[in-house]
């Protein structure tokens, strides 16, 4: 009888700590993070581009994007081929012909541009340099990685007119004429979207592109 009576005081006794001990906080939520791939991807979709996202590839530091993109080009804008290219890439090129290339076609031409011509935006190689362009074909042996080879990058070789004209920056961007100011002042206004651009006036290497580029170097090559 004693046995059971203490049997049951210690077991008040437990549920009356257990009780009022409080028990621990839930922790708290984790903190919404609005995923940056998935808002860059709408924020593309909103600026009516046309693109595919495609599956992640590499690891950093060599060739690789984290958030990758195929574009065919944008409302307005039709591509020669398509091109892959970061998200965020995308999204500056995109800023960059809205902002810039429309207006600066409009304005010099009264007509639209209706086809860019790049010659490449992906593409899994080191950066090229002058010195070596003979033995190497341009190509920097062991140098580093392009800002192409993290898909930061594209090379413009020609705006295409809604009537067909072409404005080439091989043909075009040297001289005078309205083609000529067309390329220049869009190659100018270019340097405030992105980080890098080369232009012919850079060096030999880009006598027939302008490459445009978001890394992490500050170069405007007018
Ligand atoms: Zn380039």
Known sequence: ??????????????????????????????????????????????????????????????CSIANPVKVT??????WNHPGV?????????EHFEQQVVQPA??????????????MGAYNCRSRRTEPVTAEAGGYSRGGRLSEHGKGQAIDV????LADGTMISVKKDWAGAGKKSEFLQA?????????????????NKLHADHLHLDIGPHKLCGM
Do not use: W, Y
Not at 86 to 93: D, G
Not at 186 to 202: G, K, Q
């Open 186 to 202: 869009v190659a100018r206004a270019s340097c405030e979207h992105f980080n890098v651009v080369l232009t012919p006036n850079h």
């Open 105 to 118: 076609a409009l304005k010099a031409f009264g007509k639209k541009v209706a086809r860019l011509h790049h």
């Open 73 to 78: 080009g944008d409302s307005q804008t039709s």
């Open 1 to 62: 009888m004693a046995l059971s009576r203490r049997l049951i005081v210690t077991t008040l006794t437990l549920l009356l700590l257990g009780a009022c001990s409080s028990p621990p906080p839930p922790p708290p939520p984790p903190p919404r993070v609005l995923d940056p791939d998935a808002a860059c991807l709408k924020e593309l979709r909103d600026l009516r581009v046309s693109f595919e996202p495609q599956a992640p590839f590499g690891t950093p530091g060599s």
């Open 85 to 93: 290219m970061s998200c965020a890439m995308a999204r500056t090129l």
């Open 157 to 160: 070789g020609a705006f295409e």
